[in-house]
């Protein structure tokens, strides 16, 4: 079965730093989506790639889905307060699995004024 | 915007009470998940409905059912519950086309006693 594996599980930095999530498949992935989550509440979307060398931004986060689409990466810039929370990388299985989607196990930030 | 509502944000059970964990989607859409979050794992799927009536087992779904009578609605349920049963239990809806994203509730977090 595919499983999703997140590096690292968990990343402290100082305010104003850049840091990078990683999420790797098993196998190739049909379409990742990248979620946020504050503690204790649900998850918000926050960028879905398809393409093999795909990288979409939105404010100081850029998401990319390496060529062989195995890998992903997400890196934010300059990080803020408002970036803690745990960032859950998703995978959608491949159409004669259904159409579920799977999540790694999720990576905690804490950013440290 | 779409608003999928779980009936309770907080839940206090007692081993062996069946308990059920509703869920509401005003989209019309046509997929709907039931995950369960645990620290360290991540995002478990238990069950996934992909239409009215229709039903598939994710990858913990023991201990679980479910039910969907109505397209906007899906229900999980724990016939007697456990202790092991607690846990943050988030439901999430989608259209059933390639590459949708989830939209996700707020999470109902039950405590078995």
């Known amino acids: 079965s595919q499983e999703l594996e997140q590096s690292p599980q968990s990343l402290i930095v100082q305010e104003g730093k850049n840091l990078t999530i990683n999420c790797t498949s098993s196998k190739t992935l049909y379409g990742l989506y990248w979620y946020k989550q504050k503690y204790g509440e649900g998850l918000i979307f926050l960028m879905m790639?398809?393409?093999?060398?795909e990288e979409k931004s939105h404010e100081k986060i850029t998401a990319k889905l390496d060529e062989k689409k195995q890998q992903s990466s997400l890196h934010i810039t300059a990080s803020q307060p408002s970036h803690a929370g745990i960032y859950l990388c998703?995978?959608?299985?491949?159409?004669?699995?259904?159409?579920?989607?799977?999540f790694g196990q999720g990576t905690e930030l804490s950013v440290k004024p | 915007d779409v608003k999928v509502t779980q009936s309770s944000r907080y839940l206090v059970k007692r081993t062996g009470e069946k308990v059920f964990l509703e869920c509401v989607q005003d989209m019309d859409h046509e997929n709907m998940f039931w995950y369960r979050q645990d620290p360290g794992l991540g995002l478990r799927l238990i069950y996934f409905s992909y239409d009215v009536k229709m039903k598939e087992k994710g990858d913990i779904p023991e201990g679980y059912s479910v039910s969907r009578e109505k397209k906007e609605r899906f229900s999980l349920i724990l016939e007697s519950a456990s202790t092991n049963q607690t846990s943050m239990y988030l439901c999430?809806?989608?259209?059933?086309?390639?590459?949708?994203?989830?939209?996700f509730g707020s999470g109902t977090q039950l405590s078995v006693l």
């Open positions: 790639l398809q393409k093999g060398g």
């Open positions: 998703g995978a959608d299985l491949p159409r004669n699995q259904g159409g579920k989607l799977i």
């Open positions: 999430a809806s989608r259209k059933y086309r390639p590459n949708e994203k989830l939209f």
